[in-house]
């Protein structure tokens, strides 16, 4: 396994409704600026996505936004980032941030966060990659996912060795330190 020098980190563009997740998803930026460990978000300035970004440059990190074109937009992209990669659709997006990454970690979020984490997990279950895929499970938010991955495996729709895929904690550091010495 290569060493982990960037991170994808998938997120809520909104800051959720407990200010937990915003100061969890800050942290999370400043504890990998901290470690040398550069970033990959959507670009964004609204919701964790700029928390975390904050919290990596705030602390001399490196942010790398990867934009579709329609995003790039002066209300919704981060003016700060180290690097802004603009792209033409969402698809090229997410290949782009897995191409530029060495993990993955996704907060809590909506639809597009699930869509990229599940996007990541099955590309691992086919041996596509042996990324690590963290789960930052802040304030239980996972809870009820993580209840129905292991309705998945006893159903046999999903094999154990694939639902073990997922690396979670509720713990920034410890999540790190189990993503970065996986």
Known sequence: MKPIKRIAVYCGASPGAE?????????????????KTGIV??????????CVTNGALEHGGSVTGVLPKFLNTESLAHEHLTKKIIVRTM????????ELSDAAIALPGGYGTMDELFEMLAWAQLGLHEKPIGLLNINGFYDQL???LMRMNS????????????????????????????
């Open 19 to 35: 200010k937990i997740y915003a100061e969890q998803a800050f942290l999370l930026g400043a504890m990998l600026a901290d470690r």
């Open 41 to 50: 978000t959507g670009g964004g300035k609204v919701g964790l996505m700029n």
């Open 91 to 98: 698809h090229e997006r997410k290949q782009r941030m897995y």
């Open 146 to 148: 993580l209840h129905f």
């Open 155 to 182: 159903e046999q729709f999903l094999q154990e060795r694939h639902r073990h895929l997922l690396i979670v904690h509720n713990n920034v550091a410890e999540l790190l330190s189990l993503i970065l010495n996986y």
